[in-house]
């Protein structure tokens, strides 16, 4: 057992000033995942900083050039069901909905998403060895079970996948993360914040100690017209993805103008290659076109013993949602649940 104490903070120079950059201190917001490592001695905390109560974070707002900033203290659900995301950012919406249970969706923060550490059967086993857990014990994945493991952008370290859905949809949408910490405010391009393992599996992403994200900034583009979020997994719900696609377009007189695809459960990062996007553009919306985006960016891709099959699988998944993205009519979220 470890004991640590628990302090409530009410704004975000409070919470900043408590965490004091000690790695020993840690932050707690829904608790959906923190309260799991510490349970099983994965992490461990001298001090639990829970900053719940910071009402400045909460909230959804338009931002004067257009976008809409999200608090990153609003949970998964409210964020998925709010009229603004569902009507502007729907490819987000469907992303959030396809994660977890309701249950769980009802308490996790956009923060706390962006933050979640991977499913890696062995990170959460602490009997085994895990360069993420404990930097220099090795990898116990690489020749262990590796089903649910990446096929893209892996290291000799580390294969590890980042689980989430929502930083899906948020790489595809170009989002950008707001930090504060004892140094001041920065801004950090989405697809900077998460990292790949390299020789350092236990970095998960650019967020420094000691620092907070306090919200996450979507541009106006919200490619409202032709979007779709396809997740394979192996039950139908309550599942991480085995792989996921996130795609988006605009298109014009049948023809692409612009086009944005994403994957997820495939790396230790939401994984986007530009290179593929900048294929399509110009092109019609056909097979060929979405077949030939896929191979570029399966391209590199590296299977192990037992998740090879995800090489095929993401091609396909690529070409089916590239192709429900052209049918927005089908991909509206439903209405919310009472609970
Ligand atoms: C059974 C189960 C199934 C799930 N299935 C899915 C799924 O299918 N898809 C999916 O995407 N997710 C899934 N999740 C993960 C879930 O979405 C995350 O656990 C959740 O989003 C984390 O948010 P939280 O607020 O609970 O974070 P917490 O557990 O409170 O914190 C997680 C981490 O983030 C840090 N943190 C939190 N907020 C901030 C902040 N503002 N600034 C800096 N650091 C912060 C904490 O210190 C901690 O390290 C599942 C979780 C469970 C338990
Ligand atoms: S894949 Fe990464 S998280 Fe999993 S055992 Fe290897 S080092 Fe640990």
Request: aromatic share 8%; glycine share 6%.
């Amino acid at each position: 057992m470890n004991n640590f104490s628990y302090i409530k903070v009410s704004n975000t120079a409070e919470a900043i000033l408590q965490i004091d950059g000690d790695i020993r201190n840690k932050i707690v917001a829904g608790g959906t995942n923190i309260n799991d490592l510490l349970k099983y001695f994965i992490t461990k905390a001298d001090k639990l900083v829970d900053i719940n109560p910071i009402t400045e974070n909460n909230s959804i707002i338009r931002l004067d050039n257009g976008g809409v900033r999200l608090g990153s203290l609003c949970t998964n659900a409210d964020t998925a069901y709010d009229p603004i995301i569902e009507e502007r950012y729907p490819l987000l919406s469907k992303a959030i909905l396809a994660g977890a249970s309701a249950q769980i969706r009802n308490m996790a923060t956009n923060g706390g998403n962006l933050m979640q550490r991977t499913r890696c059967y062995y990170f959460y086993d602490i009997n085994t060895p895990c360069n993420k857990r404990d930097p220099g014990s090795g990898c116990s994945a690489i020749k262990g079970y590796n089903r649910i493991h990446a096929i893209l952008g892996q290291s000799e370290s580390c294969i590890a996948v980042f689980p989430s859905d929502m930083c899906v949809a948020l790489r595809a949408l170009d989002a950008v993360v707001n930090i504060n910490g004892p140094e001041g405010e920065r801004v950090l391009a989405f697809a900077e914040f998460h990292q790949l393992p390299g020789d350092s599996p236990h970095i998960d992403n650019s967020l420094k100690h000691g620092e907070i994200i306090t919200s996450i900034d979507l541009p106006k583009e919200g490619f409202n017209k032709n979007y779709s979020y396809l997740k394979l997994r192996d039950r139908s719900s309550y599942a991480f993805a085995l792989v996921s696609v996130a795609a988006a377009f605009e298109i014009e007189d049948n023809t692409i103008k612009e086009a944005r695809i994403a994957l997820g459960g495939v790396a230790h990062k939401p994984w986007r290659v530009s290179e593929a996007e900048d294929f399509l553009k110009a092109k019609a919306p056909n097979k060929e076109n979405f077949e030939n985006a896929a191979n570029i960016i399966l391209e590199g891709a590296k299977g192990y013993e037992h998740n090879s099959f995800k090489i095929e699988l993401a091609k396909r998944a690529i070409v089916r949602n590239c192709f429900m993205a052209l049918h927005p009519e089908s991909q509206r979220p439903g209405s919310k649940p009472s609970l």
